[in-house]
């Protein structure tokens, strides 16, 4: 079985929303997606998305995908890659199809001169951290990730 990993293309949209959803669930965190074919068509398909995304087949059939964007260190004064999903349909984990896309994801911050590719992990995902250990990637227990949404948001947009 073939393992191809391929940008994903507008027509992509209702499985990648399919994908957010079944790793939302693995999060515990359903609820929480508020993502719509309209938000994915702007975000990362239209002129000007930050975003990107790929999409992971084994046999033409897709099987996972991943989401990512450009960041940019001042202290390195280049870009970095940012993984904000990686996700792989249960029934292919154990397939290389993880590793696949990471792999393609390092090419890219490679070939874009990154000078890091980074993500966040639940701390209670012990098979991914497990995985993401095996491949040499490192924790980063120094920073605390911070974040702001709904009226936090709004009010300090506000102030």
Request: hydrophobic fraction near 40%; aromatic fraction near 12%.
């Amino acid at each position: 079985m073939t393992i191809q990993i391929r940008p994903a293309a507008i027509d992509d949209t209702d499985t990648i929303l399919r994908f957010v959803r079944d790793l939302a669930v693995y999060e515990n965190a359903e609820q929480e997606v508020l993502s719509t074919p309209a938000h994915v068509h702007k975000t990362m398909f239209s002129e000007g998305a930050t975003a990107h995304g790929l999409i992971c087949e084994q046999d033409g059939h897709a099987i996972g995908f991943a989401v990512y964007f450009f960041n940019y260190s001042t202290w390195q004064g280049r870009n970095g890659l940012y993984l904000e999903d990686l996700y792989v349909d249960p029934a292919y984990r154990g397939s290389g199809a993880g590793k696949a896309i990471l792999r393609h994801l390092a090419r890219i911050a490679v070939e874009k001169d990154c000078g890091r590719f980074e993500w966040s992990v639940l701390d209670w995902n012990t098979p991914s951290i497990q995985f993401y250990d095996s491949l040499g990637a490192k924790p980063q227990s120094e920073w605390i990730r911070y974040r702001m949404t709904g009226q936090a948001l709004l009010d300090l947009a506000q102030a």
